[in-house]
Nanobody, 127 residues
Framework: QTHVVESGGGLMQAGGSLRLSCSAS????????MGWFRQAPGKEREFVAA????????YYSDSVKGRFTVSRDNAKNTMYLQMNNLNPEDTAVYYC????????????????????WGQGTQVSVSS
């Protein structure tokens, strides 16, 4: 059975940094792309970043490009999201998602492409 758990959220002032972690528990030899999404109150869930199994391919939304970095350590079954220069618009619940294929595919930004989701971790940025 596959489980995904996020950690690392918290309260930060604008301009600060946070690093989120996502730990995946899967069957041995599974290979999977992963993604980060976020959902602010009253808004739809939106794509933040995605990374292929090898880490060679990464994608970002325009709103976080240049500020956020996605990475992974497959030996630890963990994905990370380094978030720098945070602003209040980054306030949201951040979700980790796992895709059933090693590649991200062309539709990496669509939540429906991901099979497993974590419970989310809250990130709040004050001005």
């Amino acid at each position: 059975q596959t489980h995904v758990v996020e950690s690392g959220g918290g309260l930060m002032q604008a301009g600060g940094s946070l690093r989120l972690s996502c730990s995946a528990s899967t069957r041995t030899r599974d290979t999977y792309a992963m993604g980060w999404f976020r959902q602010a109150p009253g808004k739809e869930r939106e794509f933040v970043a995605a990374i292929s199994w090898s880490g060679a391919n990464t994608y970002y939304s325009d709103s976080v490009k240049g500020r956020f970095t996605v990475s992974r350590d497959n030996a630890k079954n963990t994905m990370y999201l380094q978030m720098n220069n945070l602003n209040p618009e980054d306030t949201a619940v951040y979700y980790c998602a796992l895709k059933g294929t090693a590649g991200t595919g062309a539709n990496y930004y669509k939540p429906t492409e991901y099979s497993y989701w974590g419970q989310g971790t809250q990130v709040s940025v004050s001005s």
